[in-house]
């Protein structure tokens, strides 16, 4: 299966072409009558208009929704905004207003009347749909995530904004899912509250929209949301289908739920279990799947509960989680003289899983197990029984599977659905997802208010055969092979305490890896580049866990990744944590290693099936190469496939991938399809023309990677001539979009190298932000790039600010200026850093007033005292920013005030010697100083800790001098006044052996001449 890219989900299309495909489905019963109810909503004058139309899951909730709006609303002018909180439910709805096979029509489009084309977008934060700066003002239909939009609303996106605005008032919102409608966020989308820092809501702003929600489980316990959803739709529900009517109707089965135990003991460890308990829908731990899968005493308890009620549960789908499962399974059914086989996605199995799924349609087999094949999207046949094999946490997932068996006689199904759940006896109490009649819905064993994200198969971290391994027991390899297999993989290592992890040392230290692949590889590099010039103080602690620092934590994905619920890595998050705490806890800050994977491209099956299929070798040749290959012990095939057959089979399907990626179909073509065909068949003008066009198709939507790879294909075999000059001209353009090296440093030169915000001159924090960010609107011209230090640019986000102005475009005083969480993190470096104040106070006002404000400033941090004088430019009404700098300055003078008096006293220092000021310990002496010729400085302690930073602490720590001693060379160059004198030591009265022991430990430190300059410092 071919991998769908952005492109796909545009679709943009004559109607007259649509029209001549008409869908020929018709609605039955209930859904013409919920359709009838619709329409009469519609056609009313009652505002505001909301109304929500219920239907269980098996009875063609979205068919009937995207039948309405055709045939109405889309007819009358309208646009339709459609959200759901999952990617599952935006390609179903996609795939409702259109086939998923072009070439065998059914447009349900085609209803629509007065228009002539139509245009469909889906929108959310992954990569292969489009982002909300693509919306344009002309589509029709915008099919997206609700995290998306609510984002977007929030920070009045101009191209959403422009969707809006061009609909006129003629809006209908479809909300997917409707019972997550209460939710805060949806909620204050759709109508708003009554906060003064909320913005107008959608019906604040159009009165006159209309909201249509659609839910199978449209009832709450709870009155508060129950309230809600009467707000959100006034006029309530204006269809229900009654599950009893339609099981009577035999549009429902009857489900009949069967628990069968199989007195088998499980348990997770504790962190297995504590991640459970955080997120239900990581599902159980793949490796406690696979050993569930094996249990041989299982997998005959399951054949045994179909062999003895066949009569019972006749035609039935069993589903299971490992291809050797499946295999298992089925060879002890076929035992039975069960007539049965297997449906899974793997390598070469294409056409068995096609004769097994014909088989059972037509009564040939009694039972077919899969995994997960048959979850959705197939059209599977009166199954009169459905097997779940393992419990599961995920609702979806377990919504997914009980539909197969759902249907009724009138949809093709059963009158019955037996539901039958294997459970085994769980050590813990886990809140599984079961199915509750009642509701017609997925719930929970234990109420509780958690949201469900979709379920997903955690990807290994520690060797690149688990990952084959997954590709090759279930899981469908979609597109280029060699994009399944990691680039590489970093290496992080890192001491972590309280944890049962296995390790790679006997001091604690943990060594992990981190698998990296070509789409999130980037990502990872501007991450890591990022973070080596942060203040990794709070990271450089075994203690700290995720929650600690979600916030940071979280800020770093949003910056450098998609949102985390919209991504194949699931754990990035703790990907990020664990970079952040490798990081943290390296003395120099030194990143992670990266390991690259430099015989990946020898293990590339595409480049394989290339070579032979080009060479047109035979059967004969192909198989002797592969088994030469697999058989050679310098090669990993062998390990990778732990069978020569099921490495036959991978081969096999990169050779229909390789042969058949392309859809051949005759379908509607899309614009960029008719221009590819030019390129192909076209004079010379048109193929110029052509290219020229894509260029442009390129910048103002979205081309295929593939037309991308094309266009440089035609520029490298033409180069000379006019169509090279063409295709590299294109291919400039479209690279255009993207800022070189080159670019970056001529922006950071003509801006001085310095952070127009707050005046940091460190080039290795420098950055080149989009004035009007990108996030907005692609503008790499010069005048809308200026050079921000990573601080400032991280705190600017998305927000349009141009520093190179130095009056601010504010008409009133903004409400907020605010120190508090600065402060809370000041160290002691920072508090008698006048520098440190400077660059804080130049960013606090110029964000205040949204420009360049600051003229000059200059600050005087003299122990306890603080105080600053500063000049705005012309055209910043100082009287805005005064009252907050009054309130901030007590606070800073408290904080600073605070953090001083935390420090211990000297202990020895240059004019006194008393015996009190000697701290002796054990194991340790340490050394407090007093910086009697630094005015900024009134007193401090400074120690080191073996493998840390040199830094000033509040307490005595537990070191030998001797590994003090080791480091204090090191940094003793940056050390400019006098702590400690032989003088000092000599007079001080303490006993023999400690005087002695002072004595070494400054004999130690006589480097550079000077025999009286030692301390510790950060």
């Known amino acids: ?125 992954a990569s292969n749909n489009f982002n909300v700066n693509q919306i344009k003002k002309t589509d029709d239909i915008i099919i997206a995530t609700l995290q998306t939009i609510t984002n977007a609303y929030k920070k009045n996106h101009p191209q959403l904004e422009e969707f809006l605005k061009s609909a006129d008032g003629k809006l209908i919102v479809v909300f997917d899912e409707a019972h997550h409608a209460p939710a805060p966020t949806y909620r204050k989308l759709l109508i708003g509250d009554n906060s003064d820092d909320v913005r107008e809501s959608l019906r604040e702003r159009f009165p006159e929209i209309r909201i249509l929600g659609l839910t199978a489980t449209p009832t709450y316990n709870d009155e508060e949301k129950k309230g809600w959803l009467k707000e959100i739709f006034p006029q309530e529900i204006i269809y229900q289908a009654p599950i009893d009517g339609l099981i009577l109707e035999k549009i429902l089965a009857k489900p009949k739920i069967t628990e069968s135990k199989t007195h088998i003991e499980q348990e997770l460890d504790e962190r297995q279990y504590q991640r459970l308990v955080r997120d239900y829908e990581k599902d159980i731990p793949q490796k406690m799947i696979k050993t569930l899968a094996a249990n041989k005493n299982r997998n005959q308890h399951i054949v045994d509960t179909y062999v003895n009620n066949k009569d019972k549960y006749n035609k039935t789908i069993i589903f299971a989680d490992r291809f050797e499962q499946c295999e298992y399974l089925n ?97 813990q109490q886990i809140n599984w997802a079961i199915w509750d009649s009642e509701k017609w819905g997925a719930g929970r064993a234990i109420a509780d208010e958690t949201t469900v994200s979709p379920p997903w198969d955690l990807i290994s971290v520690k060797l690149v055969q688990d990952l084959i391994e997954k590709l090759g027991s279930g899981e469908t390899i979609t597109g280029s092979f060699n994009k399944s297999m990691p680039i590489g993989w970093y290496q992080v290592d890192f001491f972590r305490s309280n944890e049962s992890r ?26 890591i580049e990022y973070l080596k010039d942060k203040n990794f103080e709070k990271f450089d602690d075994e203690s700290i866990r995720l929650k600690d620092c979600a916030e940071e934590v979280n800020i770093w994905n949003q910056k450098f990744f998609q949102p985390e619920n919209e991504q194949i890595d699931r754990d990035i998050l703790r990907n990020i944590f664990r970079i952040a705490l490798h990081i943290g806890q390296d003395k120099d800050n030194n990143p992670p290693k990266f390991i690259k994977f430099e015989e990946r491209d020898k293990y590339d099956l595409d480049n394989i099936v290339k070579e032979y299929v080009e060479a047109d070798y035979g059967p004969r040749t192909v198989d002797t190469k592969l088994r030469s290959l697999y058989d050679n012990p310098e090669q990993i095939w062998s390990t990778l496939y732990y069978n020569y057959d ?107 190298y310095l952070c127009l915000c707050c005046g940091e001159y460190s080039k290795r924090k420098l950055q080149v932000d989009h004035i009007n960010p990108s996030y907005y609107k692609m503008d790499n011209s010069d005048d809308n790039l200026q050079t921000l230090c990573n601080k400032c640019n991280g705190l600017k986000g998305t927000e349009t600010i141009d520093f190179r102005v130095n009056k601010t475009p504010l008409k009133e005083s903004p409400t907020n200026l605010s120190f508090a969480k600065d402060l809370e993190f000041a160290e002691i470096k920072g508090i008698i850093d006048p520098g440190w104040w400077e660059k804080l106070l130049r960013r606090k006002i110029n964000f205040f007033y949204h420009c360049g404000a600051v003229k000059t400033l200059r600050v005087d941090a003299t122990g306890e005292n603080f105080n600053f004088q500063y000049e705005l430019h012309e055209g910043n009404p100082s009287e805005w920013i005064l009252p907050h700098l009054q309130k901030m300055t007590i606070s800073i003078q408290k904080t600073q005030k605070n953090l001083l008096e935390s420090i211990p006293q000297p202990i020895i220092s240059i004019e006194e010697s008393k015996s009190d000021y000697l701290i002796r310990t054990n194991d340790a002496v340490i050394v407090a100083a007093k910086f009697a010729l630094d005015e900024y400085f009134k007193h401090s302690v400074y120690m080191c800790q073996p493998n840390r930073a040199f830094r000033p602490v509040d307490y005595l720590g537990f070191y030998s001098h001797g590994k003090i001693d080791k480091h204090i060379p090191r940094i003793l160059g940056k050390v400019e006044k006098v702590l400690l004198s032989k003088r000092g030591i000599n007079n001080v009265e303490v006993d023999e052996k400690t005087r002695n022991e002072l004595l070494n430990l400054l004999k130690s430190l006589e480097v550079k001449g000077s025999k009286n300059r030692i301390g510790y410092y950060h």
């Open 1 to 125: 299966m071919k991998t769908k890219e952005k492109a796909d989900f545009l679709f943009y299309a004559d109607l007259d072409e649509c029209r001549d495909q008409l869908s020929t489905r018709r609605p039955v019963k209930h859904q013409e009558s919920a359709i009838y109810k619709l329409n009469d909503w519609f056609k009313s004058k009652e505002f505001p208009a909301g109304t929500i139309m219920v239907l269980p899951t098996g009875s063609g909730k979205t068919f009937t929704a995207v039948r309405f709006l055709c045939q109405k609303p889309l007819s009358d002018g309208y646009k339709v905004l459609w959200l759901a909180h999952t990617h599952h439910l935006l390609e179903q709805a996609f795939y409702s207003f259109i086939p998923k096979d072009k070439t065998k029509g059914g447009y349900e489009v085609g209803f629509i009347q007065n228009k002539d084309d139509i245009k469909i977008r889906v929108v959310s934060g």
């Open 331 to 427: 060879k002890l059914l076929l035992d039975k003289n069960i007539r049965s086989d297997v449906m899974y996605s793997a390598t070469g199995r294409q056409k068995a899983n096609t004769e097994a799924l014909d088989k059972f349609r037509n009564n040939e087999i009694d039972v077919i197990i899969n995994i997960k094949m048959l979850t959705e999207g197939t059209d599977v046949p009166d199954v009169d029984s459905i097997f779940l094999t393992r419990q599961t946490t995920s609702e979806i997932l377990l919504t997914q599977m009980v539909g197969r068996a759902l249907r009724g006689p009138k949809f093709g199904g059963s009158e019955d659905a037996n539901l039958v759940f294997f459970i085994d006896n769980w050590k």
């Open 502 to 527: 296995k390790s790679d040392g006997s001091d604690g230290k943990t060594k992990e890896l981190i698998m990296v692949f070509e789409d999130n590889a980037k990502g990872y590099e501007l991450l």
């Open 646 to 752: 099921l490495f036959k089979s991978q081969y096999n399907s990169c050779v229909e991938w390789y042969l058949n990626g392309e859809n051949n179909g005759k379908g509607i073509a899309s614009e960029e399809e008719r221009l590819v065909k030019i390129l192909q068949n076209g004079t010379l003008q048109e193929k110029i023309n052509a290219c020229n066009s894509l260029a442009e198709l390129a910048i103002e939507e979205e081309i295929h990677d593939s037309i991308f790879n094309l266009l440089q294909k035609i520029a490298d075999e033409n180069k000379g001539h006019e169509l090279g000059f063409a295709a590299e001209n294109a291919v400039k353009k479209i690279l255009s979009q993207e800022l070189t090296e080159e670019d970056k440093d001529r922006i950071k030169r003509r801006d001085g």
